[in-house]
């Protein structure tokens, strides 16, 4: 349960009107951090595998591309992700026209 405090505006004195349903969710627990389960278990050989962390560190082909002058992360991508399907298309023989690419999971298909 939140606590309000001073600091924190009014939702309902602001005219915000929050899902009650979302409203009652409990708040986000992020878990144990490595530090607390080592600390826990007495071992050195934890990997926060339940967080999306990734045992062996970032991939280097992903840490060049976010070092690249060509990152704009404050630009939209290409809604059709051309490059993508035609990496795909390449890569399976397909073509980029039988590529379905989708970030609303499958409300594209019928």
Request: proline residues 9%; hydrophobic residues 40%; neutral net charge.
């Amino acid at each position: 349960m939140q606590v309000r405090t001073e600091q924190q505006p009014d939702p309902a004195a602001e005219g915000i009107r929050f899902n009650p349903n979302v409203a009652a969710l409990p708040a986000y627990n992020a878990g144990l951090s490595i530090a607390v389960a080592r600390s826990r278990s007495g071992r050195d050989d934890i990997a926060a595998l339940a967080s999306n962390e990734n045992l062996y560190g970032c991939s280097p082909v992903a840490l060049r591309a976010l070092a690249s002058p060509d990152l704009q992360p404050w630009r939209y991508s290409d809604p059709a992700c051309t490059q993508l399907r035609d990496a795909l298309a390449t890569a399976s023989g397909a073509n980029p026209e039988q590529i379905v690419m989708s970030m609303r999971r499958l409300k594209q298909l019928p």
